[in-house]
Structure formats: structure tokens, C-alpha cells
């Protein structure tokens, strides 16, 4: 039986839900720059994926190990503690393979999915190259593979302009449990949902950077076209940190997308 984990979570804004899920070795913080453009037309909730933040590894505090089927028992959850029976989703790297695995899981409970930088269909080569990095952690420390990240994350501007931003986010890895952190890694690289994103009909903003190597726009637009209710956005130059270096651009992509969709809230809010 998969356990949930009650995570820790924020409440902000009015309007219908809107949930954000972070990504790896962050927190619900990483939406600080979408928020606001966000609240001021939705209930945004954000929260920190078990073992992130300041939620527990696990509801006795030790370490357990999980997969995607337990991050998506975790929101399902999360949204039953403050009674939202529909709302409309979207995350990033991980939280962009959580989201849809939801909706999937739970049909008429999502008005829409944001799916922000993620990846699937990925080829054999692409597959390496990500488990090269989770060998390169395994074998060097996670430390010590931070330059790799860095250079995988941040546009090199952003790097010379905002050390601090950078640096930060870096702290952040660095603070995660290591066995959380690798193991939500090993989920980001083990993860292919090529075999059922077409089962999930939930209309979708499919968004990624221009330079991001990993979640290359090649891979969102197979994403996009196996989706049988999507739209493709790439960010021209961003690498995989969009939401700390174009949260704006970000948020108003995922805003007037669902603004587009002209659904009616007035049955899904009080």
C-alpha cells in the first residue's frame, strides 16, 4: 500500500486552485518569482515534496524509499486535507512528471496541467546522459557534481549577473537529504511517460527553454503532440531554471493559457 506523506504547503491568493510542484532539491520557495502574477486570479498552493523543504522524508521521520507512485499518493493527499475537488496543475522537472501521473491517476479532479520543463521520449543517448549524471553523484558526492548542475541550470548571464540567486539554489541541493535528493533523481531519470501521456486528456501548457539540455524543446514537443489537448512554448535562450530566471514569463504563459481555456470556476470555488 503506498503511504502518503503529509507535506508542508502555503495558501496564497484568490481565485480557483492553481497547484505548484517543485522540482529537485528545491521547495515550494522557487515559485516566489510566478506568485505575483499568480494570486491575484488564482488559490495557489505550493508545497515541498516529501523530504524537501521543510517537509518529512517520511510520517516516522526516517528515510524510506519512494518512487512517483508515492510523490502522487503525497498531492492526491495534500488536495483531500484542504478539500480542493478540482484544480489545475503545474510543475517543473519532477513536478512536471508528478502533475500529469495525477491527472492520470485522477481525471476529473484537473482543469488543466502546466508540464514546465520536464522531459519524456527521451532516446538511448539522452537516457546516458542523464544516468551519467546520477553515476557521477553516486561515485564523486553530490558536491562535487554542482559545477555540472550549475552549467545544466543557469545561462551563463545569469550566472555572471545573479551569483547569489545561483549560489542559493546550489545551498539548497546541498541541504537536501542526500538520499532524498538522489532518489528523486533517480525518479527524473527513470521516468518515461511516453507509454501513457496520451491516456491523460487534460488540456496541457507544455513550456521549456530554448537551451535546455535536458528537457530539450525536441523531447516537449513529442510530449506536446502525444497529448491529445496541448500547446508548446519555448522560451528562446533560457536553460532548465526558468522559474528563478523567467518566473514572470513563466507565470503569464501558464496565466493566459488557462484564461484561454475559458473554463468556468464558478462550480469549483465557494
Given at each position: 500500500?503506498?503511504?502518503?506523506?503529509?507535506?508542508?504547503?502555503?495558501?496564497?491568493?484568490?481565485?480557483?486552485?492553481?497547484?505548484?510542484?517543485?522540482?529537485?532539491?528545491?521547495?515550494?520557495?522557487?515559485?516566489?518569482?510566478?506568485?505575483?502574477?499568480?494570486?491575484?486570479?488564482?488559490?495557489?498552493?505550493?508545497?515541498?515534496?516529501?523530504?524537501?523543504?521543510?517537509?518529512?522524508?517520511?510520517?516516522?521521520?526516517?528515510?524510506?524509499?519512494?518512487?512517483?507512485?508515492?510523490?502522487?499518493?503525497?498531492?492526491?493527499?495534500?488536495?483531500?486535507?484542504?478539500?480542493?475537488?478540482?484544480?489545475?496543475?503545474?510543475?517543473?522537472?519532477?513536478?512536471?512528471?508528478?502533475?500529469?501521473?495525477?491527472?492520470?491517476?485522477?481525471?476529473?479532479?484537473?482543469?488543466?496541467?502546466?508540464?514546465?520543463?520536464?522531459?519524456?521520449f527521451r532516446?538511448?543517448?539522452?537516457?546516458?546522459?542523464?544516468?551519467?549524471?546520477?553515476?557521477?553523484?553516486?561515485?564523486?558526492?553530490?558536491?562535487?557534481?554542482?559545477?555540472?548542475?550549475?552549467?545544466?541550470?543557469?545561462?551563463?548571464?545569469?550566472?555572471?549577473?545573479?551569483?547569489?540567486?545561483?549560489?542559493?539554489?546550489?545551498?539548497?541541493?546541498?541541504?537536501?537529504?542526500?538520499?532524498?535528493?538522489?532518489?528523486?533523481?533517480?525518479?527524473?531519470?527513470?521516468?518515461?511517460?511516453?507509454?501513457?501521456?496520451?491516456?491523460?486528456?487534460?488540456?496541457?501548457?507544455?513550456?521549456?527553454?530554448?537551451?535546455?539540455?535536458?528537457?530539450?524543446?525536441?523531447?516537449?514537443?513529442?510530449?506536446?503532440?502525444?497529448?491529445?489537448?496541448?500547446?508548446?512554448?519555448?522560451?528562446?535562450r533560457y536553460?532548465?531554471?526558468?522559474?528563478?530566471?523567467?518566473?514572470?514569463?513563466?507565470?503569464?504563459?501558464?496565466?493566459?493559457?488557462?484564461?484561454?481555456?475559458?473554463?468556468?470556476?464558478?462550480?469549483?470555488?465557494?
Amino acid at each position: 500500500m503506498v503511504e502518503a506523506v503529509a507535506c508542508k504547503f502555503t495558501v496564497q491568493g484568490n481565485g480557483p486552485a492553481l497547484v505548484l510542484i517543485h522540482g529537485i532539491g528545491a521547495s515550494r520557495q522557487t515559485w516566489s518569482a510566478l506568485l505575483p502574477v499568480l494570486t491575484p486570479h488564482f488559490t495557489v498552493v505550493t508545497y515541498d515534496l516529501r523530504g524537501h523543504g521543510t517537509s518529512p522524508r517520511s510520517n516516522s521521520g526516517e528515510f524510506k524509499s519512494f518512487g512517483l507512485d508515492e510523490l502522487v499518493a503525497d498531492l492526491a493527499a495534500l488536495l483531500d486535507q484542504l478539500e480542493i475537488e478540482q484544480t489545475h496543475v503545474a510543475g517543473h522537472s519532477l513536478g512536471g512528471m508528478i502533475g500529469p501521473a495525477y491527472a492520470r491517476a485522477y481525471p476529473t479532479r484537473v482543469l488543466s496541467l502546466g508540464l514546465l520543463s520536464t522531459a519524456a521520449f527521451r532516446t538511448e543517448d539522452d537516457s546516458d546522459k542523464v544516468w551519467g549524471v546520477v553515476k557521477a553523484m553516486e561515485n564523486r558526492g553530490i558536491e562535487n557534481v554542482l559545477p555540472t548542475l550549475t552549467d545544466r541550470w543557469f545561462t551563463d548571464s545569469f550566472i555572471e549577473n545573479q551569483p547569489e540567486i545561483v549560489e542559493q539554489r546550489l545551498r539548497q541541493v546541498i541541504a537536501t537529504d542526500p538520499d532524498v535528493f538522489m532518489t528523486v533523481f533517480r525518479i527524473y531519470a527513470g521516468t518515461e511517460m511516453k507509454s501513457w501521456l496520451s491516456e491523460v486528456k487534460t488540456p496541457a501548457l507544455v513550456l521549456t527553454g530554448e537551451n535546455d539540455g535536458g528537457c530539450n524543446p525536441r523531447l516537449n514537443q513529442q510530449i506536446s503532440d502525444a497529448l491529445p489537448k496541448a500547446r508548446l512554448v519555448i522560451l528562446p535562450r533560457y536553460k532548465h531554471s526558468l522559474l528563478l530566471e523567467a518566473g514572470e514569463a513563466v507565470a503569464k504563459e501558464l496565466l493566459a493559457f488557462i484564461h484561454e481555456l475559458g473554463i468556468n470556476h464558478e462550480n469549483y470555488t465557494d
